[in-house]
């Protein structure tokens, strides 16, 4: 039997209910608390209201009647308040943030540069500022390869390592779009102006440092010309040489190169090892003459003081003296011959030798005692004082008798 079926009695059986009977105004009749059917919307709204005005001390509406809609706006308008507050209190907490010790933060305040922020706990409004970090402390590096054509018409293949720091945070934001990519075509323009200008034998052996140098100087002022916040911390040619094409052509003229300087040093190894050499033995050989120099003159001058000496004392005694300069040269005479000649009897031819050499050595290459030997050598030095005094004393002789 349907729900709604005509001749129902003027009951309305609606599936939702447990048999009772529901009126058009929604009220139910015939007291059925058994409904089951879902709750109205409006009634579950009230609900939810009067709970939350009940938590923030606001009053509850009735079901009805003039009093129910004036809880509902007083309601509505303490949620609407809340609900601005809790939002005020997240967007405050969105703003803050930390810039660490190798950044800085550039602070955008609605597209326009407003300032440079240091590192630290930062707060700037959510939605109207726009903060960008910046390493101002990190080298970056970038890499550029590239064939180019030397002074002298020869084609090179050069790779360069560019070594860069972002000194200005404000100019590397906001002066160029993309600063790196300028840095790639400045260092194109740069690496190619030092290298036209340079031939290349420089280019591929002594003249890298140079070239490095100069590509630095220069690409530093295109990143200041173009307000770019760039500063070159450094320019390191990592490798220069001829094409793939050429290269063991190049490869044997370096070689060459190589052999031509080596013999080179070695020639200067030599020649400094000989011209110091030959100077000392020149200096030694002058320090030798200079002091032969000196002997000779100190001798010469000390034979005339001896002489004029002499001279003095043989103007005083003349005979004495003539005397005394025989026996001393007769002394020096006798000492240095190994034979001494002795006149046995005055007038006499006979001639005796005594080889006192002889017998010294004689005396020397026994191994007889020392006591043995000792005695012959004092006998030979008093025979040689013998046979001088007896010189001596026919020399006056001879020259009394000359007298």
Known sequence: MAWNEPGGNGKNHDPW?????KNPGGGKRNGGNNDQGPPD?????????DRLNGLFGGK???SGGTGSS???KGGSFTLVGIVAVLALVVWAGMGFYTVDQQERGVVLRLGKFHSVVNPGLQWNPPLIDEVNKVNVTRVRI???RALMLTEDENIVDVDISVQYVAENPEFFTLKVRSPEDSLGQASEAALRQVVGGSDMNSILTEGRQ?????VQERLQRHMDNYETGIRISGVNVRNAQAPSQVQDAFDDVIKAREDE????????AYANSVVPEARGNAQRMFEEASAYREEVVARANGESQRFLALL??????PDVTRERLYIDMMQNVLTNTPKVLMDVESGSNNVMFLPLDKLMEQQRGTSGASTRSSSAEMNLRQLNDQVTEQARNRQAGSLREGR
């Open 17 to 21: 209910s447990g048999g009772g009977d």
């Open 70 to 72: 004036g809880g509902g």
């Open 312 to 317: 003095t004392e043989y103007r005083q005694a």
């Open 41 to 49: 919307l409006d009634e579950a709204l009230q609900k939810l209201q």
């Open 261 to 268: 300087q080596r013999s080179k040093n070695e020639a200067e």
């Open 60 to 62: 509850k509406g009735g």
């Open 210 to 214: 140079v070239m490095a140098i100069s």
């Open 142 to 144: 970038h890499d550029h």
